[in-house]
């Protein structure tokens, strides 16, 4: 069984910076990914960033030059840090990793960000 453990949302300012973290716990076998989504309400889920096992990093559109993706391979977990945060960035965000044999994905319970004045 795997775990994924985000932590870090929070109401920010527009032009604030939050940092989510995801750790994963559990059964980890073959961890191929790990990612950010979010989800706006009446909005689906869409891909912020996401980085692969061999340091591959993908990010939207709307994450370029504001948020960076990192993780702690030793940790097994994953980090997103948000800078110049816009109310349209409000959302649940929610860890994501792809792993095992045959792949499976995972997600976590989802964090609240919401940036607001």
């Known amino acids: 069984q795997v775990q994924l453990v985000e932590s870090g949302g929070g109401l920010v300012q527009p032009g604030g910076s939050l940092r989510l973290s995801c750790a994963a716990s559990?059964?980890?076998?073959?961890?191929?990914?790990m990612g950010w989504y979010r989800q706006a309400p009446g909005k689906q889920r869409e891909l912020v960033a996401a980085?692969?096992?061999?340091?591959?990093?993908t990010y939207a559109d709307s994450a370029k030059g504001r948020f960076t993706i990192s993780r702690d391979i030793a940790k097994n977990t994953v980090y997103l840090q948000m800078n110049s945060l816009k109310p349209e960035d409000t959302a649940v965000f929610y860890c994501?990793?792809?792993?095992?044999?045959?792949?499976?994905?995972?997600w976590g319970q989802g964090t609240q960000v919401t940036v607001s004045s």
């Open positions: 559990g059964s980890i076998f073959r961890l191929y990914a």
């Open positions: 994501n990793a792809k792993m095992g044999s045959p792949p499976s994905l995972y």
């Open positions: 980085i692969t096992s061999g340091g591959s990093i």
